[in-house]
């Protein structure tokens, strides 16, 4: 088992920054990838980033350029730094684990809310 508890959402104007932090605890040796995702009301769940055991990293056509991943394994934390926030930004930012069962994501954190201002 995994367990992963997001933090640093919160409420930041357009052009803000935030930072979310993703703690994993459990079996964090057997965690292949880890992975940002968000959903806002209404629209579907997407990938905003991930990042391998490796440290390649990939991210969702609409946060190019403005949000970073990355991962210390030495604290089991993966951080997504957003920068250039903007409206379309809003969502709840889950964190999940991927351990190399499948092509899914195994766990999920609990979620962080985020919210942009025009």
């Known amino acids: 088992q995994v367990q992963l508890v997001e933090s640093g959402g919160g409420l930041v104007q357009a052009g803000g920054s935030l930072r979310l932090s993703c703690a994993a605890s459990g079996r964090v040796l057997r965690i292949n990838s880890m992975g940002w995702f968000r959903q806002a009301p209404g629209k579907q769940r997407e990938l905003v980033a991930s990042i391998t055991s490796g440290g390649s990293t990939n991210y969702g056509d609409s946060v190019k350029g403005r949000f970073t991943i990355s991962r210390d394994n030495a604290k089991s934390t993966v951080y997504l730094q957003m920068n250039s926030l903007k409206p379309e930004d809003t969502a709840v930012y889950y964190c999940?684990?991927?351990?190399?069962?499948?092509?899914?994501?195994?766990?999920w954190g609990q979620g962080t809310q985020v919210t942009v201002s025009s």
């Open positions: 999940a684990a991927e351990m190399g069962w499948g092509p899914e994501y195994d766990y």
